[in-house]
């Protein structure tokens, strides 16, 4: 098997053990749900999107797929792989879902939002919907970890770090629910491996 390949299922065991985030303060009328997906490549990578333009305030923005809960969702769970694959074309059968991260509440309207983290099997290109998505992206594990690191967020809370939590992906900054997604993903690897560079 390759190196990568083993790291991958390591990786994915890693996440598999992340605890899910609960609910803090009363529930809004809104909820959406998300998914973290972690892509199968030799350099493991978060799939990232840019958000269409759409007059909202999200547009523009460097997210996760997923978007609001809709009348014929059974829960969730059923939003998130609904919302993947309207908007990237990517099946339920080519993901290997492997923990919820919780609950995340947004700040620029008031969003209850569930995250769901899987693993990307690539078998097919993206069908993206350009009404809903300008760009993809994959954004390396590694570098985001060396970030996070590097810019002392490590140890730190998402509510300690307020508004200078924010990542990059080239010139674009990741910032806002998603940012905190990352740093709650990172920080539960980090104490899950025990490594910190």
């Keep these: 098997m ?3 390949l083993r790291e991958m299922r390591r990786l994915a065991g890693d996440v598999s053990r992340i605890p899910p985030r609960p609910l803090v303060g009363r529930p809004v009328d809104c909820r959406a749900a ?3 997906l972690l892509v ?7 799939l990232m999107i840019k958000r269409a333009d759409r007059g909202d305030p999200w547009s523009g923005q460097i997210a996760f ?3 609001r809960e809709e009348a014929g969702d059974d829960n969730l769970r059923h ?11 990517i099946a339920a ?8 991260a919780g609950f995340f509440r947004t700040h620029l309207l008031p969003v209850d939002l ?29 570098e985001l970890w060396i970030e996070h690191i590097d810019s002392g967020y490590a140890g730190h ?3 300690e770090l307020g508004d200078t939590l924010v990542y990059h992906m080239g010139a674009e900054r990741i910032w806002g629910v998603t940012a905190r997604i990352i740093h709650y993903l990172l920080e539960h690897l980090i104490n899950l491996t025990g490594e910190t560079s």
């Design 79 to 89: 939003t998130a792989f609904r919302e993947l694959f309207e908007e990237m074309g």
């Design 157 to 159: 809370s998402a509510i």
């Design 65 to 67: 797929p997923g978007g």
């Design 34 to 36: 998300v998914f973290v």
């Design 40 to 46: 199968e490549r030799q350099d493991p990578s978060l």
């Design 2 to 4: 390759p190196d990568y």
């Design 114 to 142: 569930q995250a769901f983290i899987g693993l990307w099997r690539v078998r097919s290109p993206l069908a993206v919907d350009p009404r809903e998505v300008a760009s993809t992206h994959e954004l390396s594990l590694c």
């Design 93 to 100: 059968e080519d993901i290997v879902e492997l923990a919820s």
